[in-house]
């Protein structure tokens, strides 16, 4: 999962809440360099959604800040 860096700031794992309801605990496996604030973390999930990243031109009503 691609989350802010500062939302995991000092954190070796995570409690993941997923859109269906489901709690798991994800470990933080890199975090950004510099002023780059972004981190992913690592769910223990075979199948999870996906959501495709883009710019404005590609955005969809499912992803906004925040979610």
Request: proline share 6%.
């Amino acid at each position: 999962m691609l989350t802010n860096a500062h939302v995991v700031e000092g954190r070796q794992t995570v409690d993941v809440v997923l859109h269906d309801g489901r709690r798991v605990q994800g470990q933080v496996v890199e975090r950004g360099a510099g002023k780059l604030d972004v981190a992913l973390v690592q769910v223990p999930l075979k199948e999870t959604p996906i959501l495709p990243l883009g710019g404005a031109s590609t955005r969809s009503s499912r992803s906004s800040p925040g979610r």
